[in-house]
């Protein structure tokens, strides 16, 4: 059986397989501040991410695209602490946004959340403390004390107060890790350096101690051994004694010497301190003794992260496998470890006491019974409330401390249990009466009270049912922590504490009757009512019946009170509730109308009968909401000419609620009743409805009734916004009949909707006294011909007087064109003129008099408005038009005038004179329009020198287009006369650049040359050359060669590049030869020319060292690496080296690199020519040459080279390079290639790399050197992560045995690791199954069990594989196996002791059906041992079906407790078959859990006797008494029969009994039965059947009680009506009562019950019954 162990081992995940690299699992990469979050910063290639792993969600990671240094989560919440650099940030990753950003002065090379709203800063030289909150900035708390200089910072931990401080660091110091601690006191603001590894603070609260101490605990190891040490920092709290300071040995295997602890958390809940070592070792210490609880080891890799354990109170981590493991205690099996294991019943006690955990218990109870048999029932009290579950706080360790006798001078026993209990725990139930008895009786409440704030009682119904007899309000107290509802509300009802009634109920979710309780609140207090109806209907559902609720307010004709809370009640104007609705409103309009329209007005409600609701409004003269519930038309309209009743605002909004057709019939009958009264409302309809209505028709309805006045203002309230030509038309007409000109003006003047033709003509033929409306038409639509003509005609010429002059003066161009049309005088016309001054447009004028040909009818007055300084053109237009026509010098007038048009008398001029058109256009900068008169009448010299003075590129664009015929002749001029009559530097460039931008190469060289080669001022111009050589260059190269043979002031380089560019490759080189630019011009030969021969020719003429190395890169460039090598030495230049060195390689050149590389290490000290000279010595096999330069002082690389002569299988080179670098890794490895094994051994030795191990182990083995394989074998498989390819390469060569005889030889090393252990497993289960038994018996617990387990399955070994799952705690699977294979791995007690851990239940019925088939006479006892958690239903089902039900009786007897359907049905059948009657009915008394009408209706048909007996038993227990009666009168099991009747209290029953009795003259019975039947028989059938049978003696003695009994009765209620008066009194002043005295209105609601005739329920009559007198009747108690 496997060994109890006090811890749980569990892993949560591995976070390989949720996509986490193994490369990013380490101490840097990932960080984890708590157990909720595991934070992983992952780089692929160039992309970094965080990933945030949710323990509750572990399988759905969180990937971020972050950029950090370092990431750390918050211990509660989803915010996240990111570093880059100096720059430190917080983000909310749920609300996505920054909290708070930093940039750090100093490097942060450690940082830490030690608290959800605080992180730790750790620099070089200071410890900060940065808060969250607002805007802090991070705070200094201490220095860094020297001793930690230098240290990896590991940790930083704090106190819960944050007063102690502690920082954590590790270094590596004589081939060990010491550890470095800082403390640090934040009151005493001192440091205390400490050498230790691990450390925690934890409260702990010792015994007898009621604060807790602040214990600081740290671990050590050093050169003499390993070190815990437990002590109490800062001074102890008031009243604590102190902490005694623990020191004790931590105990480390001699396998693992360079062990030490890496991380420690404590269990505050337990007491316990968890410490963690870099080996995967746990410790276990108990806090308070500093013991050793447990130690072993849990990962074979080094868990290098932890953080507490929240669920478990434990401890949780990571290792480098990516396991994320958690250690916690086994609360189950702790304490019986540490007393049966460790043999320390002290301290299992104490933890036991500590934790409330058991496995202690009978040491307890030991102990108490110990100590209360010597007297000491203090300490005894003590040992009973500090045991673990409450085992020893139980009625019987009460009674037993009652019985005590109490000493002279002392407490008594049980006082000092109660003491002892009050001070450390809260009492139980029983213990709670027990004490409140005593307490009670002497009448000291207020202790009880006290205790229940103080949350010492434990409050129940019985508790509070004690305390009611003598404080109500402390048992309601009681109630209310008891959660007693019924009790409760009895409370707060006797003290009229209604109003916390309701908040109580909906609190605890009970329900009692609230209307029974309004009434009587309303018989008190009428206002407390109403407060009390309103809080039942705030929810919804209301709580009461809102109907009920309103029926009690009308029951006291409470209508005020009533309202208010139908009011509140249906706010919600839910459908259902219409009839409250209309109940509320009928109310209140038979009793306050207003009230009722204030209702209404609000318009709460709309499912009340809105027809019956107004006819009561009409009635109550309430005319306004009447018609607002009006539907039919005519009711309508009866109410609706009432208009002086009605609010005329109210009317109007009103009839938009109406149809078309109702809102007309409404006008009209309100226009017929009262025109004069009724007409403005009807005008306001109108004009609000007349979209709706039709314009159309309410004209209609005004005309029908002749009111021209009512037309006028409705037409007036829409014409302002109607776009109807109709309306406004009548608009226009109204206003004419009812006389308002004015209006008719406005209209005419602002509308612009009428037909202004119709308009015309009808104010032509209104003939109005006043032609301004007309004159206004006419002016707005250009009637102004018309109009001067109906004047002039009807002699109204004052009216085109006032229409100019006053009107519209704009419009005298039109009206002077309409009376020349007409023949008026000339003097008319000029004096018409002359009085409308500056106020129409002069252009227009000088159209209308032009189109007519009598323009000079304007000359005198144009020439005045000149006079008089008037600027404006058409002024100045209109006279140059006449001076031209009649040639009155008009090109001075058009040169010297600057007011005219020049573009409208230029197009005036065109076909006049061409010339005065140019001038025209020329003066106002017309140039398009110049261009074009020029073009049309070859003006081409003109327009060449407009152009070059112009020196407008947009125009020249234009003149230059292709597309423009004009364009030769243009530009002929333009070479010709305009640029060689201008001296103007501008003008000229302004005209090249425009021949530029037209692309115009050819002619812009004939323009250059004209320019520059003519001898003109502008023949050196530099730019002018430079212009005309490129122009050449790109129009007609063959001139180019010319040009720079001609001219001299150009710049020459960039005109040389140009030419390069353009292909001109000679040019190109004759300018540079010209000019002496050698580099440049070689380079042209080489690049460009490409003609090496020629660049050497030009190389030895100038003899310069930059043509040489020119020409050398050139050489080297096309292959002739001698000939440039030999170029290169000619310049005397070494800077070429690297491709010099390239392409030796590319051409095996070695020899001529060797010259070349002695010449450039002269020149230069670099390292790469000294490194490739050694290698090009190694190429050409000069090793006497190598040897001799590395033996002297250099720079080269002789590493590197080493590796490329070891790449290129140059060996010996390399081991000369490789030995002079004491390099004895790669030594090794060329060794190994020259065949020297043992040299190769010993130089791994000396690398002492894995690696080199590796290449020479593989190498041996090829080579068939086991012994030599082996040695570095060994020095392999101590790296976990080496020992799978070392194992692969074995295996894959088939040297299994050698393979093996490694493994075996190393699980004796020091370094051995759980990998060993396991790939030596799986060895053995391939190749030497025998022995792998023996190893896991002896190893199993560090081997990886579920690798081996994978190993073991595929090799069928299934002992092996059970053993495994066994140690692994995989139950189920054990299971599995042992049932899958029994004939191999089957053990009887090992099964029986592994099913009962297994997990997956199913497993249990496995079992059964498995041993069912193999094992079946051993069933019950696995039946036995599964029977806690076996489903019984199920199993009784299963046996049931196979048939083999009797088989497992014994099981089925045993679990019969549990009152299980099946298990009762299928026992009952087996008592059936076995006809064993007896135990039948004890089953069915006992257990009541089946079929039972099945049941008696099975056993009624059954042959024997008794069980027809049971099955009337069971028709009796279902109610089914005439059945049973019926079977028992068939068998004649009189007394069954009669005892049935009596019960069932059915007088038809009982009395066909008795009939039956007498038709068979069984008098003995009858006799029998009026004595078993009392209550159910009535006097009168009794005395007839004596009589008719004549048994009147076997009737006689119930007939005399029957007498006595009525007698009584008779003298109860003489005594009863005597005390009535009395009673009726003082009945209404009694409290209300809800528990032992019935309320008035029940008295009639109860029926009689068995007693009420003076015999109690199955037995004869007692001499005296108590009964209740009431108000409502008399009543016999229940």
Request: proline share 4%.
């Amino acid at each position: 059986m496997a060994q109890v162990m006090p811890i749980r081992f569990q892993e949560h995940l591995q976070l390989t397989n949720i996509g986490i690299n193994s490369a990013n699992i380490g101490f840097s990469m990932i960080t984890m501040e708590s157990d909720k979050f595991i934070c992983i910063r992952e780089k692929n290639g160039d992309q970094s991410q965080v990933v945030i792993v949710d323990m509750a969600d572990p399988n759905n990671p969180m990937r971020r695209p972050i950029s950090a240094d370092s990431a750390i989560m918050n211990p509660s919440s989803k915010v996240i602490a990111l570093k880059a650099g100096r720059t430190l940030q917080i983000f909310n990753l749920e609300m996505k946004s920054k909290i708070k950003a930093h940039v750090s002065n100093e490097d942060v090379i450690f940082w830490k959340w030690i608290s959800v709203n605080t992180i730790a800063l750790i620099t070089e030289n200071t410890v900060y403390h940065w808060p969250m909150e607002g805007d802090a900035l991070p705070q200094k708390v201490f220095d860094r004390h020297s001793t930690l200089k230098g240290c990896q910072i590991i940790n930083y931990r704090t106190d819960e107060a944050m007063k102690w401080l502690l920082l954590v660091g590790i270094s590596a110091q004589q081939q060990r890790v010491v550890g470095a601690m800082q403390l640090y006191s934040v009151d005493r603001n001192v440091s205390q350096p400490i050498e230790g590894h691990a450390a925690a603070f934890v409260p702990f609260t010792m015994e007898g101690n009621k604060s807790p101490s602040n214990i600081f605990a740290f671990s050590v190891r050093n050169q003499t051994g390993g070190k815990l040490h437990i002590i109490e920092v800062g001074a102890p709290a008031e009243g604590n004694s102190n902490f005694a300071k623990k020191t004790v040995d931590v105990f480390f295997p001699a396998e693992a010497p360079n062990d030490f602890p890496v991380a420690m958390q404590a269990s505050k809940e337990h007491g316990l301190l968890y410490m963690i070592t870099k080996y995967g070792y746990i410790h276990l210490y108990d806090i308070e003794s500093g013991t050793c609880i447990y130690m072993n080891r849990i990962s074979g890799d080094t868990i290098f992260v932890t953080a507490p354990h929240e669920a478990s109170n434990g401890i949780v981590g990571v290792n480098r496998k990516g396991q994320v493991l958690s250690v916690s205690i086994d609360e189950d099996t702790i304490v019986s470890y540490i007393t049966n294991q460790l043999k320390n019943p002290e301290l299992a006690l104490k933890i036991s006491v500590r934790c409330n955990l058991a496995g202690a218990e009978e040491l307890f109870v030991r102990r108490f019974n110990m100590l209360f048999g010597q007297g000491q029932y203090s300490e005894a009290a003590k040992v009973a409330a500090s045991a673990p579950k409450g085992i020893l706080r139980t009625p019987q360790t009460i009674q037993r401390f009652q019985q005590c006798p109490a000493q002279p001078g002392q407490a008594s026993p049980l006082l000092q249990y109660f003491s002892i209990l009050l001070e450390t725990s809260q009492l139980n139930k029983a213990e709670s009466l027990e004490l409140a008895r005593p307490v009670l009786q002497q009448g000291r409440n207020q202790l009880l009270e006290k205790w229940l704030v103080e949350g010492k009682l434990e409050c129940s119904e019985e508790l509070g049912d004690l305390i009611k007899v003598h404080d109500s309000t402390l048992a309601l107290s009681v109630y209310l922590r008891a959660n007693i509802p019924q009790k409760v509300i009895i409370c707060f009802a006797e003290t009229n504490q209604f109003q916390k009634i309701v908040l109580y109920a909906k609190k605890v979710n009970y329900t009692p009757d609230y209307i029974f309780l309004l009434r009587n609140v309303m018989r008190g207090n009428v206002e407390n009512g109403a407060s009390f109806a309103g809080m039942l209907v705030q929810d919804d559902p209301p709580l009461a019946d809102i109907e009920s609720i309103t029926n009690v307010f009308m029951e006291q004709n409470l209508i005020p009170q009533c309202t208010s809370f139908l009011l509140d009640a249906l706010k919600h104007n839910k459908p259902e509730e219409g009839h409250l609705q209309t109940r509320l409103l009928e109310m209140n309009l038979m009793s306050a109308p207003q009230v009722a329209d204030a209702i209404l007005g609000n318009q709460m409600f709309t499912h009340y009968d809105r027809a019956h609701i107004a006819q009561l409004c009409e009635q109550a003269q309430l005319l306004q909401r009447a018609l607002e519930h009006y539907t039919d038309i005519f009711d309508i309209k009866r109410a609706i000419v009432h208009t002086h009743l009605l609010k005329p605002e109210w009317l109007v909004e009103y009839f938009g609620s109406l149809s078309v057709d109702d809102s007309l019939e409404c006008l009209k009958a309100m226009l017929t009743a009262n025109l004069r009264q009724n007409l403005q409302i009807c005008v306001q309809v109108a004009g609000k409805y007349h979209e709706q209505l039709g314009t159309t028709k309410l004209i209609e309805l005004f005309e029908s009734f002749k009111s021209f006045e009512g037309l006028f203002y409705f037409l007036g309230s829409i014409v302002n916004f109607s776009q109807e030509a109709e309306v406004h038309f009548r608009y226009i007409q109204a206003a004419c009949k009812t006389g308002q000109i004015k209006e008719v003006e406005r209209i005419c003047r602002e509308s612009s909707c009428y037909d202004p033709e119709r308009v015309k003509n009808f104010l032509k033929e209104a003939k109005l006294a006043d032609q301004l409306p007309l004159i206004i038409v006419c002016d707005r639509f250009n009637f102004v011909h018309d109009l001067v003509m109906y004047l002039y005609k009807n002699n109204l010429q004052k009216y085109i007087e006032i229409y100019v002059q006053k009107v519209n003066p704009s419009r005298l161009p039109a009206v002077v064109g309409g009376l020349l049309d007409v023949d008026c005088s000339e003097d008319i016309v000029k004096n018409l003129i002359l009085t409308v001054r500056g106020q129409f447009s002069t252009d227009e004028l000088v159209e209308e008099v032009e189109k007519r040909n009598r323009l000079k009818l304007l000359m005198p007055w144009l020439e005045g408005r000149v006079h008089e300084g008037v600027n404006e053109p058409a002024t100045h237009n209109a006279l140059a038009k006449i001076y031209i026509d009649s040639n009155n010098n008009p090109e001075r007038f058009l040169r010297e005038n600057q007011f005219y048009d020049s573009e409208v008398i230029g197009k005036y001029c065109e076909k006049r004179d061409p010339h005065l058109a140019c001038v025209s256009y020329e003066r106002g900068g017309c140039d398009m329009e110049l261009i074009r008169v020029c073009n049309a009448n070859s003006l081409f010299k003109y327009a060449a020198r407009h152009l070059v003075r112009k020196r407008d590129q947009a125009l020249w664009e234009h003149v230059l287009n292709p597309e423009n015929t004009f364009r030769r002749p243009l530009i002929d001029q333009v070479v010709q006369t305009a640029l060689s009559e201008t001296q103007d530097a501008d003008d000229v460039s302004t005209t090249v650049r425009a021949f530029m931008a037209a692309d115009l190469p050819n002619e812009l060289i004939e323009l250059l040359e004209k320019i520059v080669l003519e001898n003109s001022v502008f023949s050196d111009h530099r730019n002018l050359q430079n212009l005309l050589i490129l122009t050449a260059v790109k129009a007609d190269p063959t001139r180019v060669m010319e040009y720079i043979t001609r001219l001299d002031n150009y710049d020459a380089p960039d005109i040389a590049n140009i030419a390069i560019t353009n292909q001109l490759f000679e040019e190109a080189f004759a300018i540079f030869k010209k000019f002496d630019v050698n580099t440049s011009a070689v380079q042209v030969l080489i690049e460009h020319v490409k003609n090496l021969d020629r660049a050497y020719e030009f190389a030895e003429r100038c003899n310069d060292p930059t043509v040489w190395s020119e020409l050398a890169r050139a050489q080297l460039n096309s292959g002739a690496v001698k000939d440039a090598i030999d170029s290169f030495i000619k310049a005397d230049d070494p800077s070429a080296y690297l491709d010099v060195i390239e392409a030796a390689r590319a051409n095996d050149g070695y020899e001529d690199m060797v010259r070349y590389l002695q010449m450039a290490r002269k020149k230069a000290r670099e390292a790469i020519i000294e490194t490739e000279l050694v290698f090009a010595y190694a190429k050409v096999n000069r090793l006497a040459d190598l040897e001799e330069f590395i033996s002297s002082p250099n720079i080269a690389q002789i590493q590197q080279v080493g590796d490329r002569c070891y790449d290129e299988g140059l060996y010996e080179p390399a081991r000369i390079l490789y030995n002079n670098v004491s390099n004895y890794a790669r030594l090794a490895s060329t060794l190994v290639h020259l065949g020297e094994y043992q040299a190769a051994v010993d130089g791994a030795r000396k690398a002492n790399s894995t690696k080199t191990w590796k290449e020479v182990c593989f190498a041996c083995v090829e080579a068939g050197e086991f012994r030599m394989a082996q040695m570095c074998g060994l020095h392999i498989v101590v790296h976990a992560d080496e020992l799978e390819e070392l194992i692969n390469f074995y295996q894959s060569r088939g040297f299994f045995q050698e393979l093996i005889q490694l493994l075996e030889a190393a699980l004796g090393l020091e370094r051995a690791h759980m990998g060993m252990f396991t790939e030596l497993a799986i060895l053995y289960s391939k190749y030497n199954t025998p022995k792998m038994r023996e190893h896991l018996e002896l190893f199993w617990s560090r081997v990886n069990i579920p690798k081996v387990l994978r190993a073991a399955e595929q090799a069928h070994l299934w002992p092996e594989l059970v053993f495994l799952y066994d140690k692994y705690e995989e139950y189920d699977n054990a299971i599995q196996t042992m049932m899958a294979h029994p004939t191999q791995c089957w053990k009887e007690a090992m099964f029986k002791d592994i099913i009962t851990k297994v997990a997956n239940i199913e497993l249990y019925y496995k079992a059964l059906s498995h041993y069912l088939e193999y094992k079946p006479m051993l069933l019950n006892d696995l039946l036995l041992v599964l029977t806690p958690r076996l489903d019984h239903t199920r199993a009784v089902g299963y046996f049931q079906k196979v048939g083999q039900l009797s088989l497992v009786l014994p099981y089925v007897k045993s679990v019969q407790s549990h009152n299980n359907k099946v298990i009762n049905e299928s026992l009952n059948n087996s008592y059936i078959e076995n006809e064993d009657y007896d135990s039948l009915r004890e089953s069915i008394d006992s257990f009541n859990n089946f079929d039972n009408i099945a049941l008696a209706q099975r056993l009624e048909k059954h042959e024997l006797i008794e069980f027809r007996r049971i099955a009337a038993y069971l028709f009796k227990m279902n109610n089914r008494w005439k059945q049973a009666v019926e079977l028992c009168k068939k068998d004649k099991l009189y007394k069954d029969a009669m005892e049935y009747a009596a019960e069932s209290r059915n007088t038809e029953i009982s009395e066909d009994l008795m009939g039956w009795f007498l038709e068979n003259e069984n008098y003995e019975s009858f006799a029998a039965g009026t004595f078993v039947m009392y209550d159910m028989l009535r006097p009168d059938v009794i005395l007839e059947l004596g009589w008719r049978h004549n048994i009147m003696d076997f009737a006689m003695p119930y007939l005399i009680q029957c007498v006595r009994e009525y007698t009584l009765k008779v003298d109860k209620l003489e005594v009863s009506d005597e005390t009535r008066t009395k009673e009726a009194e003082t009945n209404n002043q009694q409290p209300l009562v809800l528990g032992e005295q019935l309320m008035i209105t029940s008295g009639p609601a109860y029926s009689p019950m068995p007693g009420m005739y003076g015999m109690p329920q199955g037995g004869m009559p007692q001499q005296q019954m108590p009964q209740q007198l009431y108000n409502g009747g008399y009543v016999g108690t229940m």
